[in-house]
């Protein structure tokens, strides 16, 4: 099996813990996490060894990880951070539907139950969260989340580092721009412009 690190050691590391032990390919080494804090603690059983400097991570061995972490400006920070000096595993679970055609970015994570169908294009560091669906030809940006029981109609593009909240929908075509955030159960029916939230039925932004 491969060793894998974790990177973080929030509720979101315990998902893809559990993620890459689904899969069965990875051995989890351990997890790395910033706050000194957390060095004595556990996830899931998997030991915190220390932080994500260079140096940590040469005195660890540490080769291939996955940024664990919720927040897509964290990724952000961490893989620009890191780039060219560690590999970055996919994880997908086991129970996630990947149809023919889908391309999954490097350090993504695709969570239990998820289903992207096919012909869509997924960035790298995105998060697809707990039974959220991707429809056909869709394209997600880099560092994006779509969060548990949202649902992307065919077509749709997701900007960079974009957020999709818990059971949002986006209707087919829409593009949701880069670092846009739609809030929870929110019903996309037009463009949403890079940066903004967009909440309610249908999701409305800076007034309109």
């Not at 813990?17 to 603690?41: K, N, Y």
């Not at 996630?96 to 239990?112: D, N, Q, R």
């Not at 109609?153 to 949002?168: D, F, N, P, T």
């Not at 739609?182 to 463009?191: H, K, M």
Request: charge should be negative; include cysteine.
């Amino acid at each position: 099996m491969t060793p894998v690190w974790v990177i973080g050691s929030g509720g979101h590391a315990k998902v893809v813990i559990a993620t890459l032990r689904a899969l069965g390919s990875f051995d989890v080494a351990g997890a790395l996490d910033d706050d000194p804090g957390r060095w004595s603690a556990e996830v899931l059983g998997v030991p915190v060894r220390g932080g994500t400097s260079r140096g940590s991570i040469n005195q660890l061995g540490v080769e291939c990880a996955v940024i664990a972490v919720g927040s897509n400006h964290a990724r952000v920070e961490l893989a620009q951070r890191l780039s060219g000096y560690l590999l970055w595993a996919i994880a997908v679970h086991p129970s996630a539907h990947l149809a023919p055609g889908v391309h999954i970015g490097e350090g993504t994570v695709v969570c239990a139950g998820a289903v992207v169908q096919s012909d869509s294009i997924i960035g790298r560091h995105s998060i697809l969260n707990t039974a959220c669906s991707v429809d056909h030809d869709a394209s997600i940006g880099d560092f994006a989340h779509v969060a548990p029981g949202a649902h992307l109609a065919g077509g749709v593009r997701v900007g960079e580092g974009a957020l999709l909240g818990i059971g949002c929908s986006v209707l087919p075509g829409c593009t949701v721009g880069d670092w846009a955030i739609v809030g929870a159960g929110g019903v996309v029916l037009r463009d949403v412009p890079p940066g903004v939230t967009a909440k309610g039925v249908p999701a409305r932004f800076n007034g309109s």
